[in-house]
């Protein structure tokens, strides 16, 4: 059994690519018990956000290009643009993997907490599905515990360095004094909360919440002192806008050309900043094209950030030291497990052996003086015990390190 970990991500794909392999909280239960009824795979999660989507599985000989196969046919694409973009990794190279993701150290933006947030849901998510068995489940609890202990120790959260907070920085580069300027957030999911937040506290008091829940809008835009408004609205509010922030789980575009357009024409030359955070995208990529309008992507945040990471290099570098010793705890873990597996199978076997070597006693005790019988019983346990380890030290005399590790197994080191 071989944990597999298939993936693309920020680093390996671009947006074009990761929007077409995103799984969205309404298709992914599905994905999963389909993905578990594929051959060989007997655990499995799904790990899927705006900058990677990742395939977590335990699985019994179960080849790279089976997973590929598979995601490719449930995506519609050619299984060739897969492989091009995608990594794979196996056992103790997929642990230090998620250990790194849930710490947030292979983020785009270095630290950043809310991909830790986004595991824990995806594992919500395989539990409720009931796709997790007793090896992933300690694996993604262990990497909970991992990721708080290198938080906390490297202190690497301190600098409130990410997307969110990167957009707010860019929008004061544009635009100058927010404070009587106003904000559009279409969404109103935990990367627009902190949109909000971050543009709050940088002094914007305008600000318009627009969501397909008008209830969660609502939610939202009180908490900031703003204004609630549904989707349908949006093309009729975009003029009043200099900022406009979109990050939901839409299939199509929200913010047309056409609708863009119109706004500017209303704004008379005043220029809008608009940050499409969705994968696939909020906002047509022909916006850009048009005039006193500024359309950035999250590709396009891998440059605006670079500045700011310098602040958690340090600070990474500590946590990766001590994701090296939890990947050693976790694996120590995992090979007493194997260890506990192989002992109740020997014992298993031992006992077999027991019961027909009884049994062929029992009867020839009828036949038989017992002392032959007990003296047979004796010689068929020998000799059955010590078929296979016979067998075993024949081959391993080609191995020296094989061969003292077997004289150590069964006690012939002592004299």
Known sequence: MSLIILGLSHKTAPLQIREKVVFDDGNLPEALAELTNQPGISEAMILSTCNRTEIYCYAEGLAQNALVTWLAKLKGLEANIILKHMYSLTNQDAVQHLLRVASGLDSLVIGEPQILGQLKKAYRTAFEVGTLGKFLNRLLQFSFSSAKETRTETKINNSPVSIAYAAVKLSQQIHGDLSKKTALLVGAGETISLVASHLVSSGLRNLIVANRSFTRASVLAKKYAGEAITLSLVPNRLHEADIVVSCTASRSPIITKKSVQLSTDKREGKPVFIVDLAVPRDVE???????NTFLYTVDDFESVISENLKLRKDAAAVGEEMIHMQVQEYMGWLESQTAAETIREFREYAQNLKEEALEQARSSLNS????????????????????????ALREAHLQTNDLQVARKILGLNEN
């Open 368 to 391: 038989k003086p017992a002392d032959k019988v007990i003296e047979q019983l004796a010689t068929t346990l020998t000799n059955k015990l010590i078929h296979r380890p016979t067998i």
């Open 285 to 291: 990529p022909e916006v850009d094209n048009l005039q």
